[in-house]
T-cell receptor, first 113, second 115 residues
């Protein structure tokens, strides 16, 4: 079983719709992250969380919100999706006690029409 | 402002030869560097890292070299194998200054190993 899972894996939606992407991990890590990947731009950090009570904005947080429901769950929401949010979204986890290497989920491909 | 740059979007190498992937950075606060490998339809996976106190780190077929004065690092894969065909991302962080919570990624290099 995968240590970091993301649901859904693919989603097509329309402009203005609310979308939630979910991430779960069984690694027991406190730190979780959301990134988006766009062609030619690499991965960019949207939000990150060091524990359940900690939420921090990343490089490109506008238009997104997050919820850390438990140590193992970190959700990303698009309150009103727009076409330029079409991208590949990745969740990641890390453990500062073990080198803080980030482990990524398989990704969610989101298309906003 | 791209603080981590991978100027080669793609690279093709014959199987068995050496693959060299390059990465440049501009932020002098970066002191820890990582390489991630990504296959299609999968998330990036950690490959190898190097701290700025070293200039080389080796793990099997993979070696990362760091040239701090040039703000340049490279990943060498020897010998290259077909399973190495993937997109490789360079990433950097200022671990000593603000922890490892913000990895800054390069744009990636697609490596294709030709059988």
């Amino acid at each position: 079983d995968a240590d970091v899972t993301q649901t859904p894996r693919n989603r097509i939606t329309k402009t203005g719709k609310r979308i939630m992407l979910e991430c779960s991990q069984t690694k027991g890590h406190d730190r979780m992250y959301w990134y988006r990947q766009d062609p030619g731009l690499g991965l960019r950090l949207i939000y990150y969380s060091f524990d359940v009570k900690d939420i921090n904005k990343g490089e490109i947080s506008d238009g997104y919100s997050v919820s850390r429901q438990a140590q193992a769950k970190f959700s990303l929401s698009l309150e009103s999706a727009i076409p330029n949010q079409t991208a590949l979204y990745f969740c990641a986890t890390s453990d500062p006690g073990r080198g803080d290497t980030q482990y990524f989920g398989p990704g969610t491909r989101l298309t906003v029409l | 402002d791209q603080q981590v740059k991978q100027n080669s979007p793609s690279l093709s190498v014959q199987e068995g030869r050496i693959s060299i992937l390059n990465c440049d950075y501009t932020n002098s606060m970066f002191d820890y560097f990582l390489w991630y490998k990504k296959y299609p339809a999968e998330g990036p996976t950690f490959l190898i890292s190097i701290s700025s106190i070293k200039d080389k780190n080796e793990d099997g077929r993979f070696t990362v070299f760091l040239n701090k004065s040039a703000k340049h690092l490279s990943l060498h894969i020897v010998p290259s194998q077909p399973g190495d065909s993937a997109v490789y991302f360079c990433a950097a962080t200022g671990k000593s200054n603000f922890g490892n919570e913000k990895l800054t990624f390069g744009t990636g290099t697609r490596l294709t190993i030709i059988p």
